[in-house]
């Protein structure tokens, strides 16, 4: 199994509707991220965790929502989709400052 | 706040040759500094890591990269590329003694050809 599993692989969703990115991980760490990739614009951090009681917001938290269930999980909700947040998405965890991150394989979300 | 320049969108580099990705960081501080590879369709993997000692920090898959604090810059070399290497690569700096995510650059695409 994968250190970091993200689910879906692959969505395609209309404009308006609520979704959810979902993170798990078997690496035991405290902290957990959400990247989005565009081309171009390299990786940009949407939201991340500390532990399971600490979120805190990233560059481009506007239109997304995150929730800490344990230490393993970290889900991404955008609220309601607009096509712009079509990117890849990543979910990424380490085990403490300057600790390399562990990234999942990504989410592809589409909005149309 | 760090922040990461590379400078190179795109490169093409013919099979067996050499290579430098360039990688540019601004900090106050001592920085962690990293290299990471995005193959297609999949996800980021740690090539090599700076934190301190030496300068010169060897990696995975034959990858090198030298910290050079004058310049503010971890360029990441190989010498002689494979068809594999063809990839995007991403530079990332975090803050030593500061508690804050890695801030990543817009990546270099990596092309090898025959």
């Known amino acids: 199994d994968a250190d970091v599993t993200q689910t879906p692989r692959n969505r395609i969703t209309k404009t308006g509707k609520r979704i959810m990115l979902e993170c798990s991980q078997t690496k035991g760490h405290d902290r957990m991220y959400w990247y989005r990739q565009d081309p171009g614009l390299g990786l940009r951090l949407i939201y991340y965790?500390?532990?399971?009681?600490?979120?805190n917001k990233g560059e481009i938290s506007d239109g997304y929502s995150v929730s800490r269930q344990a230490q393993a999980k970290f889900s991404l909700s955008l609220e309601s989709a607009i096509p712009n947040q079509t990117a890849l998405y990543f979910c990424?965890?380490?085990?403490?400052?300057?600790?390399?991150?562990?990234f999942g394989s990504g989410t592809r979300l589409t909005v149309v | 706040a760090q922040s990461v320049t590379q400078p190179d969108i795109h490169i093409t580099v013919s099979e067996g040759a050499s290579l430098e990705l360039r990688c540019n960081y601004s900090y106050g501080a001592t920085p962690y500094l990293f290299w990471y590879v995005q193959s297609p369709g999949q996800g980021l993997q740690l090539l090599l890591k700076y934190f301190s000692g030496d300068t010169l920090v060897q990696g995975i898959k034959g990858f090198e990269a030298e910290f050079k604090r004058s310049q503010s810059s971890f360029n990441l070399r190989k010498p002689s590329v494979h068809w594999s290497d063809a990839a995007e690569y991403f530079c990332a700096v975090g803050p030593y003694g500061g508690n804050t995510p890695l801030v990543f650059g817009k990546g270099t695409r990596l092309s090898v050809i025959a």
């Open positions: 990424a965890t380490s085990a403490g400052q300057g600790a390399p991150y562990t």
């Open positions: 965790s500390f532990d399971v009681k600490d979120i």
